[in-house]
């Protein structure tokens, strides 16, 4: 089994950061990819950021709502990745949910339903 543990939510007013971690335990892999998800009240739960590993290198990936301010990163050997979210709007208030899928490849890391393991989230407020 796997768990996983989100921080750095909080409150923030627009134009602001905040910075996002997951700390996974437990199974690990030596392939996986690890996203960031949201969800907004009242909405349902949209792809943010993945980050793929594979043994040597990484790839990330980004929805375009949130390309060029949020950076996606992680610390393999520490089995954590982080979410740097910067020029924060309104509009990126939500919970922030991380997840793990244990392939790397042969799986569409923009669909919260190839994900095998979740967070508990952590909740990112923006004020205007």
């Known amino acids: 089994q796997v768990q996983l543990v989100e921080s750095g939510g909080g409150l923030v007013q627009a134009g602001g950061s905040l910075r996002l971690s997951c700390a996974a335990s437990?199974?690990?892999?030596?392939?996986?990819?690890m996203g960031w998800f949201r969800q907004a009240p009242g909405k349902e739960r949209e792809f943010v950021s993945a980050?793929?590993?594979?043994?040597?290198?990484?790839?990330?990936h980004y929805a375009d709502s949130v390309k060029g301010r949020f950076t996606i990163s992680g610390d393999n050997a520490k089995n954590t990745v982080y979410l740097q979210m910067n020029s924060l709007k309104p509009e990126d208030t939500a919970d922030y949910y991380c997840?793990?899928?244990?392939?790397?490849?042969?799986?569409?890391?923009?669909?919260?339903?190839?994900?095998?393991?979740w967070g508990q989230g952590t909740q990112v407020t923006v004020s205007s």
């Open positions: 980050i793929r590993w594979f043994g040597t290198g990484s790839s990330s």
């Open positions: 997840a793990l899928d244990r392939r790397a490849f042969g799986t569409n890391i923009f669909n919260q339903y190839e994900y095998d393991y």
């Open positions: 437990g199974r690990t892999f030596s392939t996986y990819a």
